[in-house]
């Protein structure tokens, strides 16, 4: 592991790379501030650019900038406009607001950052721990327990996605899994399902598709509803930075343990740092003591450092089977392994061996990364602040073209921009119907992969038989089914059992 | 019945003919040596037709949440009008003629042109600023995908040369 630390030094102490770790988190925290453009958005617009840098290393530690920016942008803008543009730093509003309407936002937004930095830091050094051993183990599986393993991450995806949408999100998966069977696949030299037309020889563009599943609609939304995008205050002035002792003994603990909780939630696929953030709110206020309690809500610097520290931890967890695996849990470690692809990198047990430079340079780019934020952005914050100013007249328009520029840029072609605005259409809609959406990418991503290690066990094995032959496969596929019935099972109880006190009264 | 069961009814119809593709047509021009693999082109999509239309029949059949059920800041499609539809409709045609547009005419006027309607679609009225802004944002944007990336995007219509 030493060894893999100094190669990752070396790697990420260039200064090419240190320049994309410290761009990529101030563009990251820019455009994550804004509502509308979340993490998932925003990585898919780098893209382009990251394809363009050659390098995978330091593409991949620009997108890694990014995505951490991208957090921070979008916890500042929870705290400083009760506006938070994705789903993992809500918690972050709860207290956080209160602070900054207290006149206290500079306060906040240091508690925010020291624990995110702290949450990412514990996070990354899980992330050494963790990843090598997993790597080890999963040296040892064959393309069936590939196949189990990428059945057992989509199954965890649908079973989290909350009570009454695990047939949702499973049909999304499967309608993510189809779209991926379209185009023409490498095991086969066949195009499949083109229709006969010919821009769908090459199948959907993965970027094209991100931007249509998450940018498009949140744009769509913006527009539809006015008050979404309203950022006032956002231009006030934000003072005092600093944090008393006794604050910082107070949120010293809930740090800790946060951040540890944080990852291990964060390395299961599909409940990532939302669910984490969540949990991690909740049992800090359950442990605390009555007044500290009461105080949960109303600006409590404890409620505000335990989603921040517990979502930091969660996303470097998910870069464990990102890593080791190439199995992404969320949407946003997806779209990385999107980008890993494309750039010939290949994501899995063989990564620390064959690229350790990769894989090292990435965990280290992670300190910087929480490093750069602590140091460079919070104090700049005042500053960045400023472009939450940008009226909506201009910053919608704005939001359209760059997620049109991603679209065109990634495949240098018009027809992608018109299956854009068409697939982003259809996500509006399924969102309007409450179906979500990351299980859809997530699918389509490990489509080819999952077809590719199904074939290849079928052929070694001729038939499904590999199914019964691998006992590792069996218990994988067995896990994958109990993710599954599990959660319609208790949701079903759950009713009968209301159904059952409401017919008693 | 509620949109989520609506939508589920036209996933459902699309699978079943993605299944029909699947099980019948496209295993027809598959050579021979290929037809003893244990594992052909349509397996896989065959896998998929089944669980689609298990899990999309679960939702048509089942209960669907109801408007009440809202979540914060989510948008009750029961009433659309309610919100800003033209807006958001207009922009989507002004997408559409952006992508067909883009090439022919060029990125910089296409690109200006979509960024000054939308913002005056938005309600936008101070055109002494508005006309700079999207100019100069172009400008940078065509710079930095064409010369720092090196990505090829035609800056003027068709008939004034490739300008790259």
Same mark, same amino acid.
Request: hydrophobic residues 55%; neutral net charge; proline residues 5%.
């Given at each position: 592991?030493?060894?893999?630390?100094?190669?990752?030094?070396?790697?990420?102490?260039?200064?090419?790379?240190?320049?994309?770790?410290?761009?990529?988190?101030?563009?990251?925290?820019?455009?994550?501030?804004?509502?509308?453009?979340?993490?998932?958005?925003?990585?898919?617009?780098?893209?382009?650019?990251?394809?363009?840098?050659?390098?995978?290393?330091?593409?991949?530690?620009?997108?890694?900038?990014?995505?951490?920016?991208?957090?921070?942008?979008?916890?500042?803008?929870?705290?400083?406009?009760?506006?938070?543009?994705?789903?993992?730093?809500?918690?972050? =509003?709860?207290?956080?607001?209160?602070?900054?309407?207290?006149?206290?936002?500079?306060? !906040?937004?240091?508690?925010?950052?020291?624990?995110?930095?702290?949450?990412?830091?514990?996070?990354?050094?899980?992330?050494?721990?963790?990843?090598?051993?997993?790597?080890?183990?999963?040296?040892?599986?064959?393309?069936?327990?590939?196949?189990?393993?990428?059945?057992?991450?989509?199954?965890?995806?649908?079973?989290?996605?909350?009570?009454?949408?695990?047939?949702?999100?499973?049909?999304?998966?499967?309608?993510?899994?189809?779209?991926?069977?379209?185009?023409?696949?490498?095991?086969?030299?066949?195009?499949?399902?083109?229709?006969?037309?010919?821009?769908?020889?090459?199948?959907?563009?993965?970027?094209?598709?991100?931007?249509?599943?998450?940018?498009?609609?949140?744009?769509?939304?913006?527009?539809?509803?006015?008050?979404?995008?309203?950022?006032?205050?956002?231009?006030?002035?934000?003072?005092?930075?600093?944090?008393?002792?006794?604050? !910082?003994?107070?949120?010293?603990?809930?740090?800790?343990?946060?951040?540890?909780?944080?990852?291990?939630?964060?390395?299961?696929?599909?409940?990532?740092?939302?669910?984490?953030?969540?949990?991690?709110?909740?049992?800090?206020?359950?442990?605390?003591?009555?007044?500290?309690?009461?105080?949960?809500?109303?600006? =409590?610097?404890?409620?505000?450092?335990?989603?921040?520290?517990?979502?930091?931890?969660?996303?470097?967890?998910?870069?464990?089977? +990102?890593?080791?695996?190439?199995?992404?849990?969320?949407?946003?470690?997806?779209?990385?392994?999107?980008?890993?692809?494309?750039?010939?990198?290949?994501?899995?047990?063989?990564?620390?061996?064959?690229?350790?430079?990769?894989?090292?340079?990435?965990?280290?780019?992670?300190?910087?990364?929480? +490093?750069?934020?602590?140091?460079?952005?919070?104090?700049?914050?005042?500053?960045?602040?400023?472009?939450?100013?940008?009226?909506?007249?201009?910053?919608?328009?704005? *939001?359209?073209?760059?997620?049109?520029?991603?679209?065109?840029?990634?495949?240098?072609?018009?027809?992608?921009?018109?299956?854009?605005?068409?697939?982003?259409?259809?996500?509006?809609?399924?969102?309007?119907?409450?179906?979500?959406?990351?299980?859809?990418?997530?699918?389509?991503?490990?489509?080819?992969?999952?077809?590719?290690?199904?074939?290849?066990?079928?052929?070694?094995?001729?038939?499904?038989?590999?199914?019964?032959?691998?006992?590792?496969?069996?218990?994988?596929?067995?896990?994958?089914?109990?993710?599954?019935?599990?959660?319609?099972?208790?949701?079903?109880?759950?009713?009968?059992?209301?159904?059952?006190?409401?017919?008693?009264? | 019945?509620?949109?989520?069961?609506?939508?589920?009814?036209?996933?459902?119809?699309?699978?079943?003919?993605?299944?029909?593709?699947?099980?019948?047509?496209?295993?027809?021009?598959?050579?021979?040596?290929?037809?003893?693999?244990?594992?052909?082109?349509?397996?896989?999509?065959?896998?998929?037709?089944?669980?689609? *239309?298990?899990?999309?029949?679960? *939702?048509?059949?089942?209960?669907?949440?109801?408007?009440?059920?809202?979540?914060?800041?989510?948008?009750?499609?029961?009433?659309?009008?309610?919100?800003?539809?033209?807006? !958001?409709? =207009?922009?989507?045609?002004?997408?559409?003629?952006?992508?067909?547009?883009?090439?022919?005419?060029?990125?910089?006027?296409?690109?200006?042109?979509?960024?000054?309607? =939308?913002?005056?679609?938005?309600?936008?009225?101070?055109?002494?600023?508005?006309?700079?802004?999207?100019?100069?944002?172009?400008?940078?944007?065509?710079?930095?995908?064409?010369?720092?990336?090196?990505?090829? +995007?035609?800056?003027?219509?068709?008939?004034?040369?490739?300008?790259?």
């Amino acid at each position: 592991m030493l060894e893999g630390i100094m190669i990752g030094l070396s790697t990420a102490f260039t200064l090419t790379n240190l320049m994309m770790v410290i761009g990529g988190c101030l563009i990251g925290t820019f455009i994550g501030m804004l509502p509308g453009l979340g993490p998932m958005s925003i990585i898919s617009i780098m893209i382009p650019v990251a394809i363009t840098i050659g390098d995978p290393s330091a593409a991949l530690i620009l997108l890694a900038g990014v995505y951490y920016g991208a957090i921070f942008g979008g916890s500042t803008s929870s705290i400083l406009i009760n506006a938070p543009g994705v789903a993992s730093t809500v918690a972050t =509003s709860f207290d956080g607001y209160p602070l900054a309407r207290a006149g206290k936002a500079g306060k !906040a937004l240091t508690v925010a950052a020291i624990s995110s930095f702290c949450g990412g830091s514990i996070g990354a050094i899980l992330l050494m721990i963790f990843a090598p051993a997993l790597a080890t183990v999963a040296l040892l599986f064959h393309s069936s327990e590939y196949f189990a393993l990428m059945v057992v991450g989509l199954s965890a995806i649908a079973a989290f996605a909350g009570t009454g949408q695990v047939a949702k999100a499973m049909l999304m998966t499967v309608l993510g899994l189809i779209m991926a069977t379209v185009g023409e696949g490498a095991l086969f030299n066949l195009p499949r399902f083109t229709m006969g037309i010919m821009d769908l020889q090459s199948g959907f563009g993965f970027i094209t598709l991100a931007m249509a599943m998450f940018a498009l609609p949140e744009a769509l939304y913006l527009v539809l509803d006015p008050s979404r995008s309203n950022t006032e205050g956002g231009g006030g002035e934000i003072k005092d930075l600093r944090i008393t002792k006794e604050e !910082a003994k107070e949120i010293a603990p809930v740090i800790g343990r946060q951040s540890v909780q944080g990852f291990l939630i964060g390395v299961l696929p599909g409940a990532g740092a939302t669910i984490a953030s969540f949990l991690g709110y909740a049992v800090e206020r359950n442990i605390a003591s009555k007044e500290d309690q009461e105080k949960f809500g109303k600006g =409590s610097v404890k409620g505000l450092a335990a989603p921040e520290a517990a979502n930091n931890a969660a996303c470097t967890g998910s870069f464990v089977p +990102l890593l080791t695996l190439g199995i992404p849990g969320s949407g946003t470690t997806a779209i990385l392994l999107g980008a890993l692809i494309a750039l010939n990198v290949n994501p899995g047990p063989r990564l620390m061996i064959d690229q350790p430079e990769i894989f090292w340079a990435v965990i280290i780019s992670m300190y910087i990364g929480n +490093l750069v934020l602590l140091v460079l952005n919070l104090p700049l914050i005042p500053y960045i602040a400023k472009v939450l100013a940008v009226p909506r007249n201009y910053l919608i328009p704005f *939001i359209l073209f760059f997620t049109m520029m991603g679209a065109y840029i990634g495949q240098n072609n018009a027809t992608e921009l018109l299956l854009l605005v068409g697939l982003g259409i259809c996500a509006t809609v399924l969102r309007f119907a409450d179906y979500p959406l990351a299980p859809l990418l997530i699918g389509f991503i490990l489509g080819s992969m999952l077809e590719d290690n199904f074939a290849r066990s079928m052929q070694l094995y001729d038939g499904i038989g590999f199914i019964m032959e691998r006992p590792m496969t069996l218990g994988l596929l067995g896990i994958a089914v109990i993710l599954i019935i599990l959660p319609s099972y208790r949701a079903r109880r759950a009713r009968m059992r209301a159904r059952g006190i409401a017919d008693g009264d | 019945m509620a949109l989520d069961r609506w939508i589920a009814l036209v996933i459902l119809m699309i699978c079943m003919a993605y299944g029909y593709a699947a099980f019948f047509t496209i295993d027809a021009g598959l050579p021979p040596f290929m037809q003893r693999n244990a594992i052909w082109p349509s397996t896989f999509p065959k896998v998929l037709t089944v669980l689609a *239309i298990i899990s999309s029949v679960i *939702i048509v059949l089942g209960k669907s949440k109801g408007s009440e059920e809202l979540k914060d800041g989510d948008i009750d499609y029961t009433r659309l009008t309610d919100y800003k539809l033209g807006q !958001a409709l =207009s922009l989507l045609a002004m997408m559409a003629i952006y992508a067909l547009m883009l090439r022919p005419v060029g990125f910089v006027i296409s690109t200006v042109a979509f960024l000054s309607i =939308s913002a005056v679609i938005l309600g936008e009225r101070k055109y002494v600023y508005l006309l700079p802004i999207t100019v100069l944002a172009t400008g940078i944007v065509w710079y930095l995908v064409q010369v720092v990336l090196g990505i090829y +995007l035609r800056p003027l219509p068709y008939f004034l040369g490739t300008g790259g």
